[in-house]
């Protein structure tokens, strides 16, 4: 049982935007850009390390319905694709979840890095 209530395990069904047996997909609530989306194993678990091969498969199922989804929808350019992966790493939220951040050309002055920029201090290995 946990102690603390998880915003992904109650959710209302009307939140869910693509679903399988195993993982579903959500708009993130605070989008860093138009479509940010989360892809998110149905089981409670923490880290992406104990997600089981199933679920991750279905997670990744979910992400190329998504991805696609989204490019339909919007003019996306690229796309960042990433995971948090404990407290050290960002992780907020303890239920190991999945960002596909749509991105566009002109959103920031200049992309080279991407999520290399976690680190600020390493980002830039170009010059």
Known sequence: MRDVVCPFCDL????????NDLAF????????SPGHTLVIPRRHVASYADVKPAEREAMFALLDLARHELAAT???DGFNIGINDGRAAGQTVMHVHMHLIPRFVGDVADPRGGVRWVIPAKARYWD
């Open 12 to 19: 209302p069904d009307s939140r869910v935007v693509l679903a």
């Open 25 to 32: 997909v959500l708009r993130d609530a605070y989008p860093v």
């Open 74 to 76: 919007f003019a996306v």
